[in-house]
């Protein structure tokens, strides 16, 4: 152990500490230091206490605000809760009211249609005759404006060159021919020279049997210089007959006839009387061809051609013709009848139903609902 010594304050002299000197010393600063350090340890006990005290108190304020927050929270949710709880009643009320209405209203409905209904049928059928009448008028409007149109119309057409209509008359009369007897030869007579509109050249089994000469006429009156200027011309060019197409026949004449030498006919009977004058032309070339010489046998054949049986047996091909022709007239206006009688009635069913629509809209308002088949209706209608 080193030696411990200490200065004398007052005369500063060393003086050693021995044991026997320095223990009540180092006693009384250990007793010293032991209190000053109990004091010290009391003090931090005592600060740690009220700093333990005072985070407790603090951890119990902020446990509280955060309880009283949330108290708040949920305060506020359960109002929210209770404001859609009430909502929800009040929309599932008014749910049920509006049903309640609507059974109400449709059943009020149900009772005034059952009221209105032989109301609403009167109003429906006499609205479709008001209908049905304004369409007959609207009708007959139309009418007059296309008979008027028609009639300016052939007025203009009337005042068109008589030579242009005669032209379209010899065209449509050749093409005619040419379309029925396609092994036959047509001429047609070239403007401005004396003569008929065409000529037919009869082809036969030996070659050509002979010729036919035809006029056309687009004229409302029968002209008798017809007969003696076409003769002239069919002796100019040699033919052996010669015919006259007209709309205007001469007194007796109905369909076709011999006048004067001269063959007269509509237009319409202009290719059967062709087929038999074309049959008897290679008939009486045969018979040269078989006879030559034989002029006994020529003017027979001439008398037959000239003669009632011949015109007998024309009359029976024309007459066939005809009644071909009255047949395909009389399926074509019958289908023409029943298609415009079933157009009327669709018309008449669809301005019915759409009647009842509307009455039905007025009658019910917003609530009526919309039938998308009534608006095709009136669409397809309006097209």
């Given at each position: 152990?080193?030696?411990?010594?200490?200065?004398?304050?007052?005369?500063?002299?060393?003086?050693?500490?021995?044991?026997?000197?320095?223990?009540?010393?180092?006693?009384?600063?250990?007793?010293?230091?032991?209190?000053?350090?109990?004091?010290?340890?009391?003090?931090?006990?005592?600060a740690l206490a009220a700093a333990q005290a005072q985070a407790k108190d603090a951890a119990k304020a902020e446990t509280a605000a955060?309880?009283?927050?949330?108290?708040?929270?949920?305060?506020?949710?359960?109002?929210?809760?209770?404001?859609?709880?009430?909502?929800?009643?009040?929309?599932?009320?008014?749910?049920?009211?509006?049903?309640?209405?609507?059974?109400?209203?449709?059943?009020?409905?149900?009772?005034?249609?059952?009221?209105?209904?032989?109301?609403?049928?009167?109003?429906?059928?006499?609205?479709?005759?008001?209908?049905?009448?304004?369409?007959?008028?609207?009708?007959?409007?139309?009418?007059?404006?296309?008979?008027?149109?028609?009639?300016?119309?052939?007025?203009?057409?009337?005042?068109?060159?008589?030579?242009?209509?005669?032209?379209?008359?010899?065209?449509?009369?050749?093409?005619?021919?040419?379309?029925?007897?396609?092994?036959?030869?047509?001429?047609?007579?070239?403007?401005?020279?004396?003569?008929?509109?065409?000529?037919?050249?009869?082809?036969?089994?030996?070659?050509?049997?002979?010729?036919?000469?035809?006029?056309?006429?687009?004229?409302?009156?029968?002209?008798?210089?017809?007969?003696?200027?076409?003769?002239?011309?069919?002796?100019?060019?040699?033919?052996?007959?010669?015919?006259?197409?007209?709309?205007?026949?001469?007194?007796?004449?109905?369909?076709?006839?011999?006048?004067?030498?001269?063959?007269?006919?509509?237009?319409?009977?202009?290719?059967?009387?062709?087929?038999?004058?074309?049959?008897?032309?290679?008939?009486?070339?045969?018979?040269?061809?078989?006879?030559?010489?034989?002029?006994?046998?020529?003017?027979?054949?001439?008398?037959?051609?000239?003669?009632?049986?011949?015109?007998?047996?024309?009359?029976?091909?024309?007459?066939?013709?005809?009644?071909?022709?009255?047949?395909?007239?009389?399926?074509?206006?019958?289908?023409?009848?029943?298609?415009?009688?079933?157009?009327?009635?669709?018309?008449?069913?669809?301005?019915?139903?759409?009647?009842?629509?509307?009455?039905?809209?007025?009658?019910?308002?917003?609530?009526?609902?919309?039938?998308?088949?009534?608006?095709?209706?009136?669409?397809?209608?309006?097209?």
């Amino acid at each position: 152990m080193p030696e411990l010594k200490i200065q004398c304050p007052k005369c500063s002299n060393e003086i050693e500490l021995t044991e026997q000197l320095a223990g009540p010393m180092l006693a009384d600063l250990q007793a010293s230091f032991n209190d000053e350090l109990a004091k010290q340890e009391a003090q931090a006990t005592k600060a740690l206490a009220a700093a333990q005290a005072q985070a407790k108190d603090a951890a119990k304020a902020e446990t509280a605000a955060e309880q009283a927050a949330l108290e708040e929270r949920i305060k506020a949710q359960d109002e929210k809760l209770r404001e859609a709880q009430k909502a929800q009643a009040d929309a599932l009320k008014r749910e049920e009211e509006l049903k309640d209405k609507e059974a109400e209203m449709e059943l009020t409905l149900q009772k005034m249609l059952a009221a209105e209904r032989p109301v609403l049928a009167e109003k429906l059928s006499r609205e479709a005759d008001e209908k049905a009448g304004l369409r007959l008028a609207e009708q007959a409007q139309v009418m007059e404006g296309m008979k008027r149109q028609i009639e300016a119309l052939k007025q203009k057409s009337e005042q068109g060159s008589m030579q242009t209509q005669g032209e379209a008359a010899e065209i449509v009369l050749e093409e005619t021919l040419a379309a029925a007897f396609p092994t036959d030869g047509f001429v047609p007579i070239a403007k401005g020279v004396s003569g008929a509109d065409v000529r037919q050249d009869v082809t036969g089994p030996n070659g050509t049997s002979g010729s036919i000469l035809w006029e056309s006429k687009r004229t409302k009156n029968w002209t008798a210089g017809w007969l003696a200027k076409l003769r002239n011309d069919q002796r100019t060019s040699g033919c052996e007959v010669a015919v006259i197409t007209s709309h205007a026949l001469p007194e007796g004449v109905e369909s076709f006839g011999l006048v004067d030498g001269i063959w007269v006919c509509a237009p319409r009977y202009a290719v059967p009387l062709a087929t038999s004058l074309r049959q008897g032309l290679i008939d009486v070339a045969s018979a040269k061809g078989r006879a030559m010489g034989q002029e006994s046998k020529m003017e027979m054949v001439y008398d037959y051609l000239t003669g009632t049986q011949f015109k007998q047996r024309v009359d029976a091909i024309v007459e066939r013709f005809e009644d071909m022709q009255d047949n395909l007239r009389k399926e074509r206006v019958f289908i023409e009848k029943q298609w415009a009688l079933r157009a009327k009635q669709i018309d008449l069913v669809i301005a019915s139903t759409v009647g009842m629509h509307g009455d039905l809209q007025g009658i019910a308002g917003r609530s009526m609902p919309e039938i998308e088949s009534v608006d095709a209706l009136l669409i397809g209608k309006d097209d």
